[in-house]
C-alpha cells in the first residue's frame, strides 16, 4: 500500500469531521461546491469521518519507511579487493 494514498484518506476524514464540526466549512459544501455533504446527520458524519482518519493512519502506518525495504549491501574485502557484497 501507497502512503500517499493513507494521506489521501485520512485528509478526506480530516475534511469531512470539518464539515461536521464547522458550521461555515459545512455551508462552503453545502453552497458553495453542491455536494450532498450537509444532508447526512452530524453523528453519522462524525463517525464516518473517525473510521476514515482510521483507515488512513492505518495505511500509512502498515507502509512504513520506504527505506527500510531495500537490505543495504555491504562489501566483503579480502586484503585490499572486494570480492562480493552481502546484504545487511
Known amino acids: 500500500m501507497n502512503k500517499s ?3 489521501l484518506i485520512a485528509i478526506i476524514g480530516l ?8 458550521k461555515e466549512v459545512n455551508d ?6 453542491k455536494l450532498p ?3 447526512i446527520p452530524e453523528s453519522y ?3 464516518i469521518s473517525i473510521i476514515v482518519i482510521a483507515v488512513g493512519v492505518y495505511f500509512v502506518v502498515k507502509s512504513g519507511p520506504v527505506s527500510s ?3 543495504k549491501e555491504v ?11 552481502r546484504r545487511h
Open 28 to 33: 462552503f459544501f453545502k453552497d458553495t461546491l
Open 15 to 22: 475534511i469531512g469531521l470539518a464539515a461536521s464540526i464547522i
Open 75 to 85: 562489501p566483503i574485502y579480502h586484503g585490499k579487493n572486494i570480492v562480493g557484497y
Open 45 to 47: 458524519l462524525i463517525v
Open 5 to 7: 494514498l493513507g494521506y
Open 37 to 39: 455533504i450537509s444532508q
Open 69 to 71: 525495504k531495500k537490505a
